[in-house]
């Protein structure tokens, strides 16, 4: 009975959280979670202290937005862990004029995220309910630069195609040749490669001019799998 009383006071008092205590947390987060392991990129470090993260993830779970970790959506999928967020943003070395390609949508964080580094992003998500839930709550909070499409990652999305930047933010099992089709040359990827259970890495993959690739391996990571489409 204390214990279920304590959960329930904590949940409330931080319901309760203002604006100002938001932004606070953001702070720390990004001092305690980000700057200390690395990550320097002054525009990507903005933009983080920025976005309200505890506005992407389910309301029982926004007392824990910016903590050290990843966090459920819902329908089997995950916000990434801040910091993972950070890192792969930062590899994926997005200019201002660019036209980047996220596939696995999420809550639409990651997107919110390469926004403010893009000129547009564009998104896919392989669950038809998140990526309408993803499109109501970015175009509510004016990320106007964002684009989401319910479909198959597995695919890209030829229509738009070439991109500058690639990101996937689950893993496939090797990289889906569509997607270093569409990637223009000298573009650039981050890709967590893995079986679902087994060994997964975090790669740089770079377009050269004979369509061939470069990869580079970068951190040890766990993702959800990236799924197919029927």
Known sequence: MKWFFYITLSVSLLSCQTDGDHEKLRTIMVEDQIIERGIKDPRLLDIMRTIPRHEFVPEKYRSAAYEDGPLPIGYDQTISQPFIVAFMTEH???????KVLEIGTGSGYQAAVLSGMADHVYTIEIVSELALESRSRLKAMSFNNVTVL?????????????????????????IPQALVDQLRTGGRMVVPIGKQHGIQYLWVITKQKDGTIVKD???PVRFVPMVKGE
């Open 150 to 174: 319910a479909g198959d990652g597995y695919k890209g999305w030829p229509e738009e195609a070439p991109f500058d930047r690639v990101m996937v933010t689950a893993a496939p099992e090797k």
């Open 92 to 98: 994926l070395q997005v200019e201002p004029d660019h």
């Open 217 to 219: 391996k970068v951190l």
